[in-house]
């Protein structure tokens, strides 16, 4: 069964700084691995979908990394904004999506 | 491009009713999810489906849990009778699929479900 980890549960950032979100899994036979955005109330919002022949990905200000034989990946979000704060979640896929509890990040204005 | 839809977004309950949720899919998605998501936790996945069957229901509580997919479309889940640990947000997702290399998900606003 996968296990999915994410370090840390939270993190609060003044606005401009670059934050550095990890997400380790147990099971390293993934197709990909995608990172979801949730803010209160809401549903998850895709962010960033990388294959398993991918080192990384990007889109924008967000990058996300991919060391599939070490179970790791890492999503960069560069110069933060007050408006990204939101609970941020990584999902690898082993034919189905298993999910962490995810990292909630705060940007201060 | 219309999303995941997802009905009612709302639902409180006295303990032992019963409830229905309502997803439909983005068009042209063969594959449809239910996932429940406790607060403070990450979505744990209920059923799968693949056009009109069933994928995975292994970590679906069958006895009170049930949930369709007729006409391979949208989807139904049932609780009945509900427990106060039913308490939760129901999201519905869905996605395109490549033999078992399930694309990107794309999920709606959840339906979220209080058990008094």
């Known amino acids: 069964k996968q296990e999915v980890t994410q370090i840390p549960a939270a993190l609060s950032v003044p606005e401009g700084e670059n934050l550095v979100l990890n997400c380790s899994f147990t099971?390293?036979?993934?197709?990909?691995l995608q990172w979801f955005r949730q803010d209160p109330g809401k549903g998850l919002t895709s962010l960033l979908l990388i294959q398993s022949s991918q080192r990384e990905q990007t889109s924008g200000r967000l990058n996300a990394s991919l060391d599939k034989s070490s179970g790791r990946s890492t999503l960069y979000i560069a110069a933060s904004q007050p408006g990204d704060s939101a609970t941020y979640l990584c999902a690898p896929n082993d034919y189905k999506l298993s999910f962490g509890a995810g990292t909630t990040v705060t940007v201060r204005a | 491009e219309a999303g995941v839809a997802q009905s009612p977004r709302y639902k409180i309950i006295e303990k032992r009713q019963s409830v229905a949720f309502w997803c439909n899919p983005i068009?042209?998605?063969?594959?449809l999810y239910w996932y429940q998501q406790i607060l403070g936790q990450g979505p744990k996945l209920l059923i799968q489906?693949?056009?009109?069957?069933?994928?995975?229901d292994s970590q679906l509580p069958k006895d009170r849990f049930s949930a369709e997919r007729l006409k391979g479309v949208d989807s139904t889940l049932k609780i009945q009778p509900a427990k106060l640990e039913d308490s939760a947000v129901y999201l519905c997702?869905?996605?395109?699929?490549?033999?078992?290399?399930?694309?990107?998900?794309?999920f709606g606003e959840g339906s979220r479900l209080t058990v008094l």
């Open positions: 068009s042209g998605h063969a594959t």
């Open positions: 489906f693949q056009n009109n069957g069933v994928v995975d």
């Open positions: 099971d390293s036979a993934i197709y990909n």
């Open positions: 997702a869905s996605s395109l699929i490549s033999g078992t290399n399930t694309g990107e998900l794309f």
